[in-house]
């Protein structure tokens, strides 16, 4: 390479740039290290929430916090996917949120184990009137060690068989209402040339939904209870290889037709199957109204149903438990320096105000009282048949890939990907699953 | 510190560097090491650290939060038995190899063809350009798209290449062969251009000569174009490999690994362990070994292929 600049000139600056590349990077590890006491600064509370749609909610609600409050609440909006990354690199260090957003269970757990939350059981047990305030199933599933590190802030996101009234329709069925009812409409569907149900079979968790339902149904509730406390053997428990079996029955039926193994929902390839009329059921988040609502608005309005799962012949659970998020929760870290005012703003969850703004928004609150608010709902109908659903139901299961600890769940997707696909038998299936 | 030491040096080299220079021609010697200097910090600061801590960790179990635990060796010997990723290392192997030779011929004849002076070819050379200018987020999401088995062209194009249902990036085969197409198909303008640029370089004279002996288009291709374009087959090929074996955001996007492990290629699984398993150590050891064989590969590339000399092409002329 030839030099531009003379020999001398050239190594001068050379040895100037590396004494500045030097220092610098040595002021930043000095600046680093004084200020790592932790856990933020006193008057104010960094708050973090997840960046989507809602969070207009929140926005609101710590600006009416704000004017009453001396200790000011800031808010940062941490867009999507980087969320639970970003949370997790900054706990443990001085940038650190005081209060954040999380999906309770498996998202915190790590957390609950280094001690980093505050346990939130005493106010709970002091305070009936926050603890009655919202369903009762809900607050449970928030629980982690049998403790309360949430408090829920956001709307139920129960799932849901939704079906296609249209297809319905001209096939002259009506909704499932038992297992005999979905087998024989599987047939029918088949028959019509219509996919019975759609599957995002590409990305795993929709077949999560389909397997947390079943075992639901199948073995009870406990039975995920006992996986989820940790107990490997509980995957070896009669149950899970039933609803493993059930798969592959489902599968073999053409119950998801051929293709469901290259079907997403991320691109909305499950949802646009559905709306269609080439998809007559899907199994789905409660969000999937909204996400309709906003691609195929004549859908909702004209053949968009929804019902509850069925009950599976002889099987032990209620079939009006529910799986899915029951809500999103905001945790207060231990490190938090405003421990009182934190207190009193994730109460702020429970408010009036609030809960008003949640319904506007078009969530379905998780206060036990929210139903009379339910009549200025944009879909009421929607709106009321989840909340009897939830409020209704014994347990709510947590989706199991948010109950379980991050190092297990995602070989966990992986595994019922491949019981879907046939690349795993229902017996390898279980046995993958205990030697996780 | 390091700085003073090294401006200390520099005051002295001088002399000496300018009276070693043999042919006394401006500017023909080599640099010093000065030079070097701001570049190996860099370095040091941003990769070597890094990789050591990396190396380091993986003799730990660490969820990202806390303290690290020593392991010892656990990582490894699970690593060792682990069947994802020697299934991992296959397919990272299997993508180099495929993604290789569907890249370096296609890329050669655009390359080529688009050194000439054929009518239209500034307008058709920027329209094969264009994948390049997109991101590779944008273009993955794009073919997903395309691949819907309902709603994309693979609906209709399915039943021709074995596909009835569009059923491809369900299916383990199908999938791994879009996952080489996409990346393929996005990085072939960057290397027709490497060869644009190389074809351009040959002597018309060389085209001249062989016209005169009555050399057919064929034969000149064969005889002329590519011994003369050795280096840059070499060069182009360097990249290929060390590219995809570092492969990772269209298989994020399009496959998510998917069906199953069967296009979890080793970076891919490294991340998931990371960053969705939280699992640093065990991702660490996954990591360190992504390094070794990376720089190995491309060690070995350019000693088997005399890329570290360079010889001239053009030697005798």
């Known amino acids: 390479m030839r030099n531009i600049l003379s020999p001398r000139g050239g190594r001068a600056v050379a040895a100037i740039t590396a004494t500045i590349v030097a220092s610098s990077a040595l002021a930043a590890c000095g600046s680093d290290g004084s200020e790592a006491a932790g856990g933020g600064k006193e008057g104010t509370l960094n708050v973090w929430v997840y960046q989507d749609a809602s969070t207009k909610v929140q926005e609101a609600a710590v600006e009416r916090f704000n004017k009453t409050s001396d200790v000011k609440v800031k808010?940062?909006?941490?867009?999507?996917?980087?969320?639970?990354?970003?949370?997790?690199t900054a706990m443990g260090t001085p940038n650190a949120p005081d209060i954040f957003f999380n999906w309770g269970g498996g998202s915190i757990a790590?957390?609950?184990?280094?001690?980093?939350?505050?346990?939130?059981?005493?106010?709970?047990?002091?305070?009936?009137?926050?603890?009655?305030?919202?369903?009762?199933?809900?607050?449970?599933?928030?629980?982690?060690?049998?403790?309360?590190?949430?408090?829920?802030?956001?709307?139920?996101q129960p799932v849901i068989l939704f079906y296609n009234k249209n297809v319905f329709e001209k096939a002259g069925a009506e909704p499932p209402e038992s297992w005999d009812d979905v087998l024989a409409l599987i047939d029918t569907f088949k028959g019509e040339g219509v996919t019975p149900f759609a599957l995002a079979g590409a990305d795993a968790w929709p077949e999560l939904m389909w397997v947390e339902y079943l075992l639901d149904r199948i073995g009870g509730a406990e039975v995920f209870q006992r996986i989820q406390s940790g107990d490997a053997e509980a995957w070896g428990d009669p149950a899970v290889l039933k609803t493993a079996q059930t798969v592959e029955d489902l599968v073999d039926r053409g119950a998801f037709g051929k293709n469901y193994a290259s079907v997403n929902y991320t691109e909305d390839g499950a949802s646009t199957l559905f709306a269609k009329d080439r998809a007559a059921m899907h199994l789905m988040g409660s969000w999937e109204f909204a996400n309709q609502k906003s691609n195929q608005p004549d859908f909702v309005k004209e053949s968009l149903g929804w019902t509850a799962f069925p009950a599976i012949p002889d099987g032990k659970g209620d079939p009006k438990s529910v799986v899915g998020n029951p809500t999103n929760y905001w945790s207060i870290n231990a490190e938090a320096k405003e421990q009182e005012?934190?207190?009193?703003?994730?109460?702020?969850?429970?408010?009036?105000?609030?809960v008003g703004d949640l319904v506007d928004n078009g969530d379905v609150p998780t206060t036990s009282d929210a139903e009379e608010r339910l009549a200025?709902?944009?879909?009421?109908?929607?709106?009321?048949?989840?909340?009897?659903?939830?409020?209704?139901?014994?347990?709510?299961?947590?989706?199991w890939d948010q109950a379980l600890p991050a190092q297990k769940a995602d070989p966990m997707l992986t595994n019922i990907q491949k019981l879907f696909n046939g690349q795993l038998s229902a017996k390898d299936f279980t046995e993958a699953m205990k030697g996780l | 510190m390091p700085a003073s030491a090294t401006s200390g040096t520099t005051v002295k080299e001088p002399a000496t560097g300018v009276v070693a220079r043999p042919s006394g021609a401006s500017g023909a010697g080599r640099p010093g090491l000065g030079w070097a200097v701001p570049g190996l910090l860099f370095f040091a600061f941003f990769a070597i650290v890094p990789m050591l801590l990396v190396v380091a960790l993986s003799f730990t179990a660490w969820e990202g939060l806390g303290t690290p635990e020593w392991t010892g060796g656990a990582n490894w010997s699970r690593l060792w038995n682990d069947p994802v990723?020697?299934?991992?290392?296959?397919?990272?192997?299997l993508l180099t190899a495929l993604s290789w030779l569907f890249q370096t011929p296609v890329a050669l004849l655009l390359g080529v063809w688009s050194a000439g002076r054929q009518r239209n070819r500034a307008v058709l050379s920027a329209i094969f350009f264009l994948p390049l200018l997109a991101s590779s987020v944008a273009l993955a999401l794009l073919w997903k798209t395309l691949l819907d088995p309902n709603f994309g062209l693979i609906a209709?194009?399915?039943?021709?290449i074995g596909f009835p249902?569009?059923?491809?990036?369900?299916?383990?085969?199908?999938?791994?062969?879009?996952?080489?197409?996409?990346?393929?198909?996005q990085f072939i303008p960057f290397h027709t251009l490497l060869y644009q640029g190389g074809a351009r370089q040959i002597p018309a004279s060389l085209y001249d000569a062989a016209l005169v002996d009555g050399a057919g288009t064929v034969r000149q291709f064969f005889s002329i174009t590519l011994p003369q374009l050795r280096n840059t087959i070499i060069t182009s090929s360097v990249l290929m490999v060390v590219g995809a074996?570092?492969?990772?955001?269209?298989?994020?996007?399009?496959?998510?690994?998917?069906?199953?492990?069967?296009?979890?290629?080793v970076p891919y699984l490294m991340y998931r362990t990371g960053f969705q398993a939280f699992d640093m150590g065990y991702a660490s050891a996954i990591a360190t070994i992504l390094v070794v064989i990376a720089t190995s590969v491309s060690l070995l590339l350019v000693r088997l292929t005399g890329f570290g000399a360079m010889r001239s092409t053009r030697e005798g002329m």
């Open chain 1, 75 to 88: 808010l940062t909006q941490v867009p999507g996917d980087s969320y639970q990354d970003k949370v997790r």
């Open chain 1, 110 to 156: 790590n957390f609950v184990e280094k001690d980093m939350l505050v346990d939130l059981t005493p106010e709970f047990e002091k305070d009936p009137k926050l603890k009655g305030a919202f369903i009762q199933s809900i607050v449970e599933a928030g629980k982690v060690n049998d403790k309360f590190y949430g408090v829920p802030m956001r709307g139920m």
């Open chain 1, 341 to 354: 005012t934190a207190l009193e703003f994730v109460k702020f969850a429970a408010e009036e105000a609030y």
């Open chain 1, 376 to 399: 200025s709902h944009s879909a009421p109908e929607y709106a009321e048949f989840q909340y009897e659903m939830v409020k209704a139901a014994p347990d709510f299961t947590l989706s």
């Open chain 2, 85 to 93: 990723m020697r299934q991992a290392v296959w397919l990272s192997v």
């Open chain 2, 156 to 160: 209709d194009l399915g039943p021709y």
């Open chain 2, 165 to 185: 249902d569009g059923n491809l990036i369900g299916d383990s085969r199908g999938a791994f062969a879009a996952v080489v197409f996409v990346a393929s198909w």
């Open chain 2, 245 to 265: 074996l570092t492969f990772f955001d269209t298989v994020l996007i399009l496959t998510e690994g998917g069906p199953g492990t069967d296009t979890t290629i």
